[in-house]
């Protein structure tokens, strides 16, 4: 019996990153309800789920609130900027269904909307996961992250497919938003910290590393 509750035991490992993602979620949701704080929120998150869950440092509610604090100036000046543009594109896509149902040709668009807010939400995607990694102007980390989405298809396709199922699956079963989102999230990190790491030197790898040995 010792040799489950043992630390380094697989399966207890496994139980606790398990109730972390579920805590963390948690965290996410609740931080999220002002709506100004998305940006923040969102950035904690995938910090989080990065040195947390992922890379067992330190605890979670050190790391979410660290990075929550840290990034909160630059996280909500731009989450306002996406915020705009989502508020844009929900009038225009309620338009042109409600035209469409009427039978006017207009309505069509409401398709080209829908193709350009799923170039959005895989750039918001980007732009929040590189806040939580990397130091930048808003501007600057603006267009990394659109370069780094539009020369890296196939891991962004990845994190739109992911985005999408997990509002999906959320909006059908809503008690399923206090776990997937979590879940979703691991596996948009696997797929960005791919693409972010051919954007690191050697010597920042090296750094890393040795910071998040320090602080396990």
């Not at 109730?19 to 100004?36: E, G, Q, R, S």
């Not at 895989?122 to 930048?136: G, K, L, P, Q, S």
């Not at 909006?171 to 972010?196: D, G, H, R, Y």
Request: hydrophobic residues 55%; charged residues 15%; positive net charge.
């Amino acid at each position: 019996m010792s040799g489950f509750f043992n630390a380094d035991n697989k399966l207890w490992s496994a139980i606790n990153s398990a109730v972390d993602a579920v805590l963390l979620n948690i965290m996410w949701l609740i931080t999220c309800i002002p709506v100004f704080t998305v940006g923040a929120a969102t950035t904690a998150f995938y910090y989080t789920t990065h040195k947390v869950i992922r890379n067992q440092r330190s605890s979670i509610w050190k790391e979410y609130w660290a990075s929550f604090k840290a990034n909160f100036k630059q996280a909500t000046k731009t989450w306002l900027i996406f915020l705009v543009i989502f508020l844009i594109f929900y009038f225009d896509i309620n338009i042109c269904t409600e035209a469409l149902k009427a039978g006017e040709k207009i309505g069509v668009m409401v398709y080209f909307f829908y193709g350009l807010l799923a170039v959005v939400l895989i750039w918001f995607m980007y732009v929040f996961a590189y806040i939580a990694r990397f130091e930048n102007d808003v501007k600057t980390t603006l267009k990394n992250a659109a370069i780094m989405a539009f020369t890296n298809p196939g891991y962004s396709l990845i994190v739109l497919v992911l985005v999408a199922a997990t509002v999906f699956v959320c909006w059908i079963v809503f008690p399923f938003s206090w776990f997937v989102p979590a879940i979703a999230m691991v596996f948009i990190n696997l797929a960005l910290e791919k693409v972010f790491r051919k954007y690191m030197t050697e010597e920042e790898l090296k750094e890393e590393q040795q910071n998040d040995m320090m602080r396990r």
